[in-house]
């Protein structure tokens, strides 16, 4: 927790997080919202689908923003753990993306 107090920076809390696909996700919405906007100004019969499609884009940013909350490891002291890929037991980070096919 206090690495998070001494170094806190928005960007850097993003990528701790993994929330970038979120974020992502978040603008998407909000700029086919400004396309439906525009399309409703021209009186065009499709914007009701690029309405579905900002909203369907605004509600998976809104999970994707929950899933460390949801998905985070609680330790032997009841605190939850926020970086998923570190293990409570030793303090280091798993390594699962390192793991590949063993050939015999």
Request: charged share 20%.
């Amino acid at each position: 927790m206090s690495y998070f107090l001494e170094n806190y920076n928005s960007a850097a809390m993003i990528k701790i997080l993994k929330l970038q696909k979120a974020l992502i996700s978040f603008i998407i919405g909000v700029l086919l919202l400004v396309a439906f906007l525009i399309m409703r100004g021209k009186k065009m019969e499709s914007s009701i689908y690029v309405l579905e499609a900002s909203g369907l884009f605004l509600m998976l940013g809104a999970f994707l923003f929950m899933y460390p909350i949801l998905f985070a490891r609680k330790d032997s002291a009841g605190c939850v753990e926020l970086d998923p890929e570190l293990d409570p037991e030793t303090g280091e980070h798993e390594s699962v993306a390192d793991e590949g096919v063993r050939l015999p």
